[in-house]
């Protein structure tokens, strides 16, 4: 029989937090294709999720590039009819040094781990989610840019910039059935994060799991709320 569950496409599903959604995903019964970007991410993303075998489908792409984006979304529609919802769980931090001390370089390696791809990941689906007249659209960005982004000044204008971009696609497609939203977190507590922090106090980190529930909430719901931003503040 012809699987007509939910397409959704992750982006950044190698990452703590993308697996997490795309786990959460294919068990309320989703298909998931699973965007990585490096070649290492594959074979352990195939064993990790194998057990939902094939409503799980691995995509490779690096989303800084927009030729590479185009293909793998038309991967997804060859594969599958229509795109229910992405989420964009890519990203990347170079920080802790004030704006002076940021090399030049820095700029560009946070605008294609933050911006760059949210920016080209949006045009590619964005016509799919026209077609079908439904969408929807959850980027990660995060709280530094919505407190004053101190020694992450690049980090923050590259997340700033998914905010913006965010508020205006969600007013522009009001009409045509697509909703985006952008998630402001704080420190999640991540594994990463543990490992590269172990001495902070993680009382006031955001859970991964609260993450995943507020997606799954809009992925079948809270149209109304298309163009917010949730901040995740943990209990600071
Ligand atoms: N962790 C935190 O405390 C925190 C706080 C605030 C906001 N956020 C945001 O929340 C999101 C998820 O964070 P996380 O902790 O899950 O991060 P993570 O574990 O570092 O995962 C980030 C993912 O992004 C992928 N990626 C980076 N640049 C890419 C590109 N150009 N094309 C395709 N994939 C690319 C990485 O792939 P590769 O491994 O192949 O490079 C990786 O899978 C990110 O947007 C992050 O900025 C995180």
Redesign the pocket.
Known sequence: MRDTSKVAAV??A?????SAISRGLLEHGWRVALL???DH?KADLQERFAAYGDRALWVQ????RSDRVYQAIETIRSHWDGLHLLVN?????IGGKRLHEHAPEDLDAML???LR?AFHLMQAVIPVMLHQRSGKIIH?A??APLHDGAMSAVYAASKAGVIAMTRAAAKEYRRDGIQVYAFA????D?E??RQSMPDEDRSHWVPVQELVETVLFLAEGGDALSGTVFEFRGRE
């Open positions: 982006a950044g190698s990452g703590s937090v993308g990585y970007r490096r991410h792409v690096d989303a800084s769980a890519i990203g990347g931090w294609n781990m933050d791809p990660f995060s709280l977190p704080g420190i999640i991540t990463k994060n």
